[in-house]
Nanobody, 116 residues
Framework: QVQLVESGGGLVQVGGSLRLSCAAS????????MAWYRQAPGKQRELVAA???????NYDDSVKGRFTISRDNAKNTVYLQMNSLKPEDTAVYYC??????????WGQGTQVTVSS
């Protein structure tokens, strides 16, 4: 049974920082690609950042230079360090694990609210 548990969300002021964590179980973590998505009210879920099993990363243009995705295979955890937060970063952030076309699983989400 695959489980993804996100944590680290919360309320932060404009310009502040948060670090999200996603702990995975039920999979061989190191061979999977991981990603963070977000969904704001009334909008579609969108990719924020992704990291492959070999450590390659990519980011949405809106977060480049402010967010950093990383993974710790020993802890089965993927992180999203978010700096210089803006009100438009407010959303529910979801962790996703994917292994090609074999499977994909989502976490339950964690709320990030950036207040001005």
């Amino acid at each position: 049974q695959v489980q993804l548990v996100e944590s680290g969300g919360g309320l932060v002021q404009v310009g502040g920082s948060l670090r999200l964590s996603c702990a995975a179980s039920g999979i061989i973590f190191s061979i999977n690609d991981m990603a963070w998505y977000r969904q704001a009210p009334g909008k579609q879920r969108e990719l924020v950042a992704a990291i492959t099993s070999d450590g390659s990363t990519n980011y949405d243009d809106s977060v480049k230079g402010r967010f950093t995705i990383s993974r710790d295979n020993a802890k089965n955890t993927v992180y999203l360090q978010m700096n210089s937060l803006k009100p438009e970063d407010t959303a529910v952030y979801y962790c996703k694990v994917r292994r090609g076309a074999r499977y994909a699983y989502w976490g339950q989400g964690t709320q990030v609210t950036v207040s001005s």
